[in-house]
């Protein structure tokens, strides 16, 4: 089983702001199953990017993936307030899926 | 684009079984993916196990395998997730959620409510 490890922990960054948040695999990961999320307090988890770098419908360009093998990375531009979420990466491999454990974005 | 919605709340003892349910509205039912997934109070994201409608067996996460049955009746494009016995460590919040374009592993969207299920003597 592939284990995704996020960073960091927990991000706290001013509006306008650019963040950075990292996912590495445990092994290689097919770029075409490497996904993100956003969840919210008390909200289902958001698609925001899959195959590590298409964001997903009515995703603003403000968000972006890249990355490949183990090494992943979702970039938010121009921080608002109302990315305050937490953020998980998710891979798929041999018909099976984990999370990483999610990096919480503070925005101050 | 359809949506997802999950049955209600639960309140259960240990050792009681139980099923929720998920049901598609306003697309294919038979012909995406579906996948479970558990948020423990305060936690992460943990994948419990997936299937394709009508079509398939479920997989399993290894970690919920024999804990859980995920099953579907297409003919009220309904999933379900179902225990035998509820243990009070089976307290979370469940999420369902459709394969993102039709496609298994490449991400889930959209995802339903989240039905609560709370397990306490």
């Known amino acids: 089983e592939i284990v995704l490890t996020q960073s960091p922990g927990t991000l706290s960054l001013s509006p306008g702001e650019r963040g950075t948040l990292s996912c590495r695999a445990s092994?290689?990961?097919?770029?075409?199953?490497l996904a993100w999320y956003q969840q919210k307090p008390g909200q289902a988890p958001r698609l925001l990017m899959y195959?590590?770098?298409s964001r997903a419908a009515g995703i603003p360009d403000r968000f972006s993936g890249s990355g490949s093998g183990t090494d992943f990375t979702l970039t938010i531009s121009r921080l608002e307030p109302e990315d305050s979420a937490v953020y998980y990466c998710?891979?798929?491999?041999?018909?099976?899926?984990?999370f990483g454990q999610g990096t919480k974005l503070e925005i101050k | 684009e359809g949506q997802l919605v999950q049955s209600g709340a639960e309140v259960k003892k240990p050792g009681e079984s139980l099923t929720i349910s998920c049901q598609g509205s306003?697309?294919?039912?038979?012909?995406?993916?579906i996948g479970w997934v558990r948020q423990m109070p305060g936690k992460g994201l943990e994948w419990i196990g997936i299937?394709?409608?009508?079509?398939?067996?479920?997989t399993y996460s290894p970690s919920f395998e024999g804990q859980v049955t995920i099953s579907t009746d297409k003919s009220i494009s309904t999933a379900y997730l179902q225990w035998a016995s509820l243990k009070a460590s089976d307290t979370a919040i469940y999420y369902c959620?459709?394969?993102?374009?039709?496609?298994?592993?490449?991400?889930?969207?959209?995802w339903g409510q989240g039905t609560l299920v709370t397990v306490s003597s």
């Open positions: 306003g697309y294919s039912f038979t012909s995406y993916w």
């Open positions: 195959s590590a770098s």
């Open positions: 959620a459709r394969a993102y374009g039709g496609y298994v592993g490449i991400g889930f969207d959209p």
């Open positions: 299937i394709y409608p009508g079509y398939s067996d479920p």
């Open positions: 092994q290689s990961v097919t770029s075409t199953y």
């Open positions: 998710q891979q798929y491999s041999s018909s099976l899926f984990t």
